[in-house]
């Protein structure tokens, strides 16, 4: 998330994938756009529902690749 300072009006995240990608996720009013920038950029829009889908869809998906990362440790 970024600072209070670096808001930019809309913006909610910049996540950085790597030097040459990033997703951008921007909400005004009752639009959220997902954009994925790299070479080739994608721009999604997405309803509210939708994005709670994809959230609740990532939360599982790192949970568990969690999991499993742990039991390849042990």
């Known amino acids: 998330m970024a600072n ?3 808001v930019i009006i809309g ?3 910049e996540i ?3 030097k040459s990608a ?4 921007e909400q005004i ?7 994925i920038a790299s070479v080739v950029g994608v721009h999604l ?3 509210a529902g939708q994005a709670r889908e994809l959230s609740r ?3 599982v998906a790192a949970e568990n690749a969690e999991k499993f990362r742990a039991s390849a440790k042990t």
């Open 4 to 6: 209070e300072q670096d």
């Open 11 to 13: 913006r909610i995240a």
């Open 16 to 18: 950085e994938i790597d």
């Open 22 to 25: 990033a997703i951008i996720v």
């Open 29 to 35: 009013d009752d639009e959220i756009s997902i954009t």
């Open 45 to 47: 829009q997405v309803t």
């Open 57 to 59: 869809s990532l939360v």
